[in-house]
């Protein structure tokens, strides 16, 4: 297995991921992404929206993805690596793909001079809580999400 940065012929691979994550969380009613925004967003557009590393086995196919991108300006003064996407698919799982691909991440952020790494995890997703937990990481108690979508954005402005 090769832990990798995605290029533009891993996007048809990389689609199914998201969209296998979006199953997995149960978004996929939702799930609006197309190659072509990936194409856009991920390989072409300057600058980037979001970067990628995949899991590649020897064949070709990819086992796992993790989506990032960096938050340039933080309270620590350096950019944080922030995971929006993580997901190993079910051959490839309790195999250490999920680690590998979360080294690799904080190879890319120490390489970009990150002071830390961040991600959300759904409070039922236990496997995930225990690869975070057996990787060093913690939750952080002190802050909560909140989201502001739809309507409620169209009313804020009126």
């Known amino acids: 297995m090769t832990i990798r940065k995605a290029e533009e012929k891993d996007i048809p691979q990389l689609l199914n991921l998201m969209k296998g994550l979006a199953r997995f969380e149960k978004y996929v009613d939702s799930f609006r992404v197309e190659e072509r925004h990936l194409l856009e967003q ?3 557009k300057d ?24 938050v340039p300006f933080t309270s620590q003064g350096k ?7 993580l997901f190993v698919g079910e051959p490839g799982r309790d195999s250490g793909v999920g680690t590998a691909l979360m080294k690799a991440a904080a ?3 120490l390489d970009h001079g990150c002071g830390d790494m961040r991600w959300l995890v759904a409070d ?9 937990q057996r990787i060093g990481a913690k ?14 954005m169209r009313k804020l402005i009126d």
């Open 42 to 44: 991920g390989f072409r």
């Open 47 to 70: 600058p980037l929206d979001f970067f990628a590393l995949v899991a590649e086995e020897g064949d070709g196919s990819l086992q796992g993805m993790l989506v990032y991108y960096f």
């Open 79 to 85: 950019p944080t690596l922030y995971i929006k996407e």
């Open 107 to 109: 190879t890319t952020a």
């Open 124 to 132: 039922w997703n236990k496997d995930g809580i225990r690869l975070y």
């Open 139 to 152: 939750a952080n108690p002190q802050w909560l999400e909140f989201l502001i979508e739809g309507e409620a």
